[in-house]
């Protein structure tokens, strides 16, 4: 809403002013500017603004006045939307510091509640011994860029939405159910041969690499954060849950253990603990599987898988691609991994890692 400018407000303060010629050429410049111009006196007190001020501040603030001192505007905003007081604004730093602030984005209100942005630009005005008179703003109206810029924002927002809803409900559950049916091929394989395609285990996990790689990217494009490690690993015990209600599944986490870890060892120890549950289910017939998370030291990480089945001989246990994928994941993370098991018990498997 824009207030009427009074026609007299610029004859106003140059009706009787003593003004000596530079000081008049300099403020017929500011009149011809295409921005909002103001000065004010060593005090703050506003002593000339053009008409652009006024239509900026939605008011004309009376010339030399205490009410008035350093901004004519009603109200000002930071960016952020804190206030900033009259006496903290770029014009009052201007004159405390004599120093200029240039291209400062701040936020005007109008009597009428209308917010606008404004850059402004203040800087000392000095007299020929380099003494301190007084200050110039200058306001450029950004508003209308800003809005631009925002419609623009929010067009793509929702252009990257919309594709990350597309590769999520599309192509990334297409994904899911060729590897689950790959997986359900292996398995009835494996239980009819006694063996498995070692060649079919790699494609799988190919499948399963390029699936979690695009799970990332549509995180990436609606610029969301993936679930931090805890929320990964308490997502698969619902999963293991789900798969073996007759097994109870407990995550025991450490007060002090990180709930973030850096992206490849997170995602690592996450393949490791998902390998060990799936062994605990598919061979232990176990009633009862622990998770403990735990710092140890300074500097390591350890993940226990530990359940209560019928445990096996790790040194002759016909060694599948699932423990030696773990070994290998924790030897390039530059840990070490120890499997304990009691036939007719129980097994542990524990692996440490150093802190990434
Ligand atoms: N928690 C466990 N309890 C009992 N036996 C286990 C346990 N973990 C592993 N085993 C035994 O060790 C063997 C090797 O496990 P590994 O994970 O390497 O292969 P797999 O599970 O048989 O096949 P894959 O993981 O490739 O699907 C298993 O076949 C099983 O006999
Ligand atoms: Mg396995």
């Given at each position: 809403m824009r207030q009427p400018v009074p026609e007299e407000i610029n004859q106003v303060h140059q009706a009787g002013s003593t003004l000596h010629d530079g000081e008049l050429h300099f403020r017929r410049l500011l009149e011809k500017l295409p921005a909002g111009a103001y000065t004010c006196d060593p005090e703050g007190l506003i002593t000339y603004f053009n008409q652009h001020a006024v239509r900026l501040w939605g008011r004309a603030p009376k010339l030399?006045?205490?009410?008035?001192?350093?901004?004519?505007?009603f109200k000002l905003f930071a960016v952020d939307g804190s206030p900033i007081a009259h006496n903290q604004c770029w014009m009052a730093l201007a004159l405390e510091s004599n120093e200029g602030y240039n291209k400062r984005e701040i936020v005007i209100e109008r009597p009428g509640g209308e917010r606008l942005s404004a850059l402004a630009h203040a800087n000392p005005i000095h007299d020929e011994s380099g003494n301190l008179i007084g200050a110039v703003n200058v306001l450029v109206d950004i508003t209308e860029r800003k809005r631009a810029e925002e419609e623009l924002r929010m067009v793509r927002e929702a252009e990257r939405s919309r594709i990350a809803r597309d590769l999520h409900d599309g192509v990334l559950q297409d994904l899911a159910a060729v590897v689950q049916g790959l997986e359900a091929a292996r398995m009835e394989q494996k239980t009819r041969f006694e063996g498995y395609d070692t060649d079919l285990h790699r494609e799988i996990d190919t499948l399963r690499q390029a699936a979690s790689k695009l799970r990332r990217a549509v995180y990436d494009l609606r610029s969301e954060k993936p679930p931090p490690f805890l929320q990964a690993i308490e997502s698969l015990v619902e999963v293991n849950l789900q798969r073996a209600p007759e097994c109870e599944v407990k995550l025991e986490v450490q007060?002090?253990?990180?709930?973030e870890i850096p992206d490849e060892t997170g995602r690592e120890l996450l393949r490791i603990v998902q390998e060990a549950l799936t062994n605990a289910r598919c061979h232990s017939e176990a009633r009862n599987v622990r998770i403990g998370l735990e710092v140890e030291g300074a500097d390591s990480l350890v993940v226990e898988v530990a359940d209560?089945?019928?445990?096996?001989n790790p040194a002759s246990?016909?060694?599948?691609?699932g423990i030696e994928g773990m070994r290998e994941r924790v030897s390039l993370l530059g840990g070490d991994m120890a499997i304990r098991s009691e036939i007719g018990k129980r097994t542990l498997v524990r692996v440490r890692v150093p802190c990434p």
């Open positions: 030399n006045d205490p009410v008035d001192r350093f901004c004519g505007s007060d002090d253990f990180p709930h209560d089945g019928l445990g096996f246990a016909d060694s599948g691609v």
